[in-house]
């Protein structure tokens, strides 16, 4: 079993819900088969829940109702089966290019049962018409000003990005404010995510693109 503090163990109860076996089924998988297939070092399994998992599946409460999601550069599947995970009601596509963690994002899909989530292996260029997003995700893919042109263009002239990003946010929503313009983002701010239930909340850059 992968270590969850008191408080990591209330906030999952509060995320998760009805689901949180599953939840702690995606922790296993995380810190056996994806460790061994080098999705994640080592060194992170301790840190599973508090600094991923739940770093991730608190900013579903961004996410309107019944809205279809991409998640750009899934990886290991954060942020995006956290999402699935936390909130049935959305439609999400996970959107991976290599092919060893489609594989593994499709094995532990098929093994949690979890019905509102698919794979796309491409890259967000290539997936632009492929994908209907309303709400595009991303986390740890690349800085801001590189980020936009990867995820903007998916939205296809209206819905939000939603890009989980560390201290340096605001910082890099400034370099990236012209490109941001430029695709169409009309109104941009930095969010803080999960203070109520973790120690250390979520900063989200939040773009919206249309009206």
Request: proline share 4%.
């Given at each position: 079993?992968?270590?969850?503090?008191?408080?990591?163990?209330?906030?999952?109860?509060?995320?998760?819900?009805?689901?949180?076996?599953?939840?702690?089924?995606y922790?296993g998988?995380l810190?056996?088969?994806?460790?061994?297939?080098g999705?994640?070092?080592?060194?992170?399994v301790?840190r599973?829940?508090?600094?991923?998992?739940l770093n991730?599946?608190?900013?579903?409460?961004?996410?309107?109702?019944?809205?279809?999601?991409?998640?750009?550069?899934?990886g290991?599947?954060l942020?995006?089966?956290t999402?699935?995970?936390a909130r049935?009601?959305?439609k999400?596509?996970?959107i991976?290019?290599?092919?060893?963690?489609?594989n593994?994002?499709?094995e532990?899909?098929?093994?949690?049962?979890?019905?509102?989530?698919s794979?796309?292996?491409?890259?967000?260029?290539?997936?632009v018409?492929?994908?209907?997003?309303?709400v595009v995700?991303?986390r740890?893919?690349s800085?801001?000003?590189?980020?936009a042109?990867?995820?903007?263009?998916?939205l296809?002239?209206?819905?939000?990005v939603?890009?989980?990003?560390?201290?340096?946010?605001?910082?890099?929503?400034?370099?990236?404010?012209?490109?941001?313009?430029?695709l169409?983002?009309?109104?941009?701010?930095?969010?803080?995510?999960?203070?109520a239930l973790?120690e250390e909340?979520t900063?989200v850059v939040?773009?919206?693109?249309?009206?």
């Amino acid at each position: 079993m992968v270590e969850i503090t008191a408080q990591e163990k209330s906030a999952a109860e509060v995320v998760f819900k009805d689901r949180l076996d599953l939840a702690e089924r995606y922790v296993g998988h995380l810190a056996t088969s994806g460790m061994e297939r080098g999705l994640l070092g080592p060194r992170e399994v301790p840190r599973l829940w508090g600094r991923h998992v739940l770093n991730c599946a608190v900013v579903a409460d961004l996410i309107p109702a019944d809205a279809f999601v991409a998640d750009v550069g899934s990886g290991a599947g954060l942020p995006g089966l956290t999402f699935a995970l936390a909130r049935p009601d959305l439609k999400i596509t996970l959107i991976e290019p290599l092919e060893r963690r489609v594989n593994w994002l499709s094995e532990v899909i098929e093994d949690l049962g979890l019905e509102n989530v698919s794979v796309l292996r491409a890259r967000a260029e290539a997936a632009v018409g492929q994908v209907k997003a309303d709400v595009v995700t991303a986390r740890a893919v690349s800085a801001l000003n590189k980020l936009a042109p990867l995820t903007i263009p998916l939205l296809e002239g209206r819905g939000e990005v939603l890009a989980i990003k560390g201290r340096s946010a605001a910082e890099e929503l400034e370099k990236a404010a012209k490109v941001i313009r430029k695709l169409g983002g009309t109104e941009t701010s930095v969010v803080s995510v999960g203070s109520a239930l973790l120690e250390e909340p979520t900063t989200v850059v939040r773009i919206v693109v249309g009206h």
